[in-house]
């Protein structure tokens, strides 16, 4: 623990020179502006600004991807107040009470109150991240290649449950696209080359960045380019930063949409905008104005921006700790970490646990930034919002060939961002969702080594899998989140409900 | 969406299909006395399993609500979304002749420059008004394409050191 804080405090104290603030500020207000503009995610930003960051020492490339991260998730909420269309996915449920506030000339306020709550939320993800991602680290030390494939499967399996809530199965089925998309090409054990077709380039296997700037970039493009331009709305913003007494009412809310968003972020695959929905749900169900939510509640707009930026440190946690990531701009993180030779996973708490902090310190001083961005210069940042989305979109997708093709400068790279891009939108049209499919392809290589390896231990036995004690209960989670959408399984579950209530009504009764 | 469904599921189907059969006619590598456990077809095959049984799902419940019924009246598209479609594929063909046809074979800038200023100009010209009404629009674009072109270059190439197409 103490030493946990001294790596933090050395890790703060490092980042602190007038050079790396100002790199922490640039990329933060850029962030900003990438999340705000719809068209740009978080994932694109992140992605771009590996590219951008490549020939950078380690840790300040990822101190910037950090500022961008954490900036980008903030940033989707003013395009989501100010023209009811999130800047990112993660601000979906921010625009339900944000724009009924700015129509009633209330943009300022709740510009103010998305701030201080992003704040507020990305302070408790990164006490959260400082405290269980050692624990999680160690833990995961017992794992062996058993326990790799379940927790693959484990992940696939709960990202589509939770990024397909409507239809589970075409969450899995993204999911398990993504997994053979990864089996592409030279495989880990023997060098063979699978599914190549003769091609040179796939032989090599599908790199993460292009298909994920297709995916989030060249496919968002073609999203926002079916619908005409929108307005933003026209309202004077005033007084932004709001009074304490307006937050400490909702301390509660707060806390609870805090934890809420670390722990949704910290599940693998799932994300800021998941986060941000079960925060504003829980928070609508805790209220005493339920009533308000939609129409403009200040509960249900710190909610959702607590529960997002709360995320972003959640999905950083199973990155460092177990080498998985909990979102989609995490998941670029992460190949970043790759790209610059750090190798986060469980070992990581044995080689370098110095990192694990300094990652802590850079969420912290990105949210810093954050805060401070985003109580000042909104006047004029906001008028970005204004440019016309048919001089906007060419200029993204120059940048998507750029940011597909700069790390390893082939032709092919920008080839597959168009493919990604192309499967991307018709995924979206058919409501597939592509956070699995992206999940897959990082977690293929992971669950095709350990699943043969563990088969060549166990000499072709089964019952291993079965047998180990985090095995079972990795396996329990896989088939509960299964079965948990099915009809007959919640019936079971109303029934075992209505028979408690009624033993308890009994009892009370009695006594 | 049952249609698109059912349409979907035929596809995966046939694909799962194709990774199983494939997986199971990879080599095995025998000769190299490998253990069969690990031979390269066994997770492939996995998986194409796995997706086949979840498309038959998908295909099993869009048959039961009626998706296999291609041409039923309501598949006929509204004004708004036929208008959405052509953005759509607009974008997709220029962007495509840009990535594909232009990048790599003519010089970066000069690519940009020409994708920019197209891409502005067909969607914000207006092709029932005047020429001569428009002629801003072709100036703008012509300016926001090269300033834009010119920047990325420099920004990447010089200050970045990053390679570009």
Known sequence: MFEGTKYFIDGLLGFLTLKTIFDIFWSTQLGIIVGMLPGLTATMGVALMT???????????????????????YGGGRSAILLNIPGTPANAATAMDGHPLALKGEAGRAIGISTTGSFLGSIIGMALLALFTPLLGNFALNFQSFEFFWLAIFGIVISGNLTAPKDP??????????????LIGMESIHGFVRFSFGNTNLAGGINLIPAMVGAFGFAEILSMMKYQQVNVVKTRIERIIPRASQILKYKKTIVRSGLIGTLIGAIPGVGEDIAAWVSYDFAKRGSKEPEEFGKGSIEGLIASETGNNAAVA?????VLSLGIPGSAP????????FIHGVRPGPMIMIESPDFVYK???MVFLATCAMFILGLSMVRYVVKILQVPRTKLMPIIFTLCVVGSFAIQSRIFDVRVMVFFGILGFLMNEMEYPVAPMIL????????????????VIAEGEILPFFSRPICLVLVFFIVLTLVSKTKWFNRIISGLKQAVQKLFHKRGNHG | MVKKDFITSVVLIAFSLSVI??????????????DPFSAPGVVPGMIGLILLCLALILFVRSVRRGGYLLFSPDTQQQGGHRGAAWRVLLTLVISLIYAIGFLGRIDYTLATILYVFSFIVLFEYRWHEPLNNQ????????????VAALLITLVFRKLFLVDLP
Do not use: H
């Not at chain 1, 899995?172 to 053979?180: A, P, Q």
């Not at chain 1, 959640?314 to 199973?318: D, S, Y």
């Not at chain 2, 059969?21 to 006395?33: A, D, H, I």
């Open chain 2, 135 to 146: 002629l801003k629009i072709f100036g703008y674009a012509l300016l926001q394409a090269l």
């Open chain 1, 440 to 455: 897959g392809l990082i977690l293929g290589t992971m669950l095709d080594t350990n699943f043969r390896r563990a088969l």
């Open chain 1, 314 to 318: 959640g999905a950083v946690i199973p």
């Open chain 1, 51 to 73: 590219t951008l960051t490549f020939s950078m020492p380690p840790e300040n490339a990822i101190l910037i991807l950090v500022c961008m991260y954490i900036g980008a998730i």
């Open chain 1, 359 to 361: 990652v802590v310190a």
């Open chain 2, 21 to 34: 059969v494939s997986s199971y006619t990879m080599p095995r590598l025998e000769r190299r006395g490998i």
């Open chain 1, 330 to 337: 995490a998941a670029v993180l992460l190949a970043a970490m």
């Open chain 1, 169 to 182: 199965i075409k969450g899995w089925i993204s999911g398990f696209l993504g997994i053979f998309i990864a």
